[in-house]
């Protein structure tokens, strides 16, 4: 219950950490907790909006079922996690920037004697919009600083979680890209590719095979290209030649 009430950021403050140790694990669980429920949400939705478009096409499963048929081997990362979901400039930008909002805090709750860690708790529980209810501001003056703070730490905070859930998207369509460049050219595999049954793969087919593969188009998408190409095709010889070109000149002179 706790979890799904602060990673939905409902909040509805009935419960609450109380210790400094359950605030500091409160706070870390929350921000990358948000991140992944986001992502995880992200994905409920748009396998929604695909059952409301259509089902798959059979070869398109079947082209899937065979790219991905093959496990991404794990290679030794030795990258800085960090540096790769944030640039310089970024992370200078977020250190100045909390900073900032350490401060603020601090001044707008100077009175209540708060730990380096509650007003790390503050933050993260107000910039997450999460709002147990445990801390807030009570003065009229500190209310009219809260407007201000609130808005700079929500914006703040939602850039952050961005930043950190494009990273683990990133990723995972980079293993789904991997895994189709390693797989295995099996027999089955080449009969998929070949579109036009002529015992042989050109390389017209592999490159819509493996597009379809990478959800990069499919086949109303191919059918359209197809049909605008026919018709720039006036001749019918499979190419676009000059001849085309004088042809259609003709027909709009015709048709005007």
Not at 103 to 118: M, S, V
Not at 164 to 190: C, D, L, P
Not at 210 to 236: T, Y
């Amino acid at each position: 219950y706790f979890t799904v009430v602060t990673l939905t950021t409902c909040g509805y403050g009935d419960l609450s950490p109380t210790t400094e140790g359950g605030r500091l694990f409160t706070s870390v669980f929350a921000i990358f907790g948000i991140s992944i429920l986001a992502v995880v949400i992200g994905d409920i939705g748009s396998k929604i909006v695909e059952a409301q478009i259509g089902t798959i096409e059979e070869e398109k499963k079947a082209a899937e079922s065979v790219t991905l048929g093959k496990r991404v081997k794990k290679t030794s990362n030795k990258n800085d996690v960090v540096s790769m979901i944030f640039s310089q400039e970024d992370v200078l930008r977020y250190i100045f920037l909390f900073l900032f909002l350490f401060g603020i805090a601090r001044f707008l709750f100077r009175d209540e004697n708060w730990t380096f860690i509650e007003t790390i708790y503050y933050i993260v529980i107000t910039s997450t919009t999460i709002g147990y209810g445990d801390d807030y501001p009570i003065s009229d003056h500190e209310r009219l600083l809260a407007v201000v703070y609130i808005l700079v730490a929500v914006g703040v905070m939602g850039e952050f979680l961005g930043k950190i859930s494009g990273y683990i998207i990133k990723k995972r369509q980079s293993a789904f890209y991997k895994s189709i460049k390693e797989r295995n050219s099996s027999f089955e595999g080449v009969k998929l590719m070949d579109d036009d049954k002529s015992g042989n793969v050109s390389e017209l087919e592999y490159l819509i095979f493996m597009l379809k593969s990478m959800d990069k188009i499919d086949n109303v998408l191919l059918n359209d290209i197809r049909s605008k190409f026919k018709k720039l095709d006036v001749d019918g010889s499979g190419a676009l030649t000059k001849t085309d070109l004088m042809m259609m000149t003709r027909q709009r002179i015709v048709t005007e």
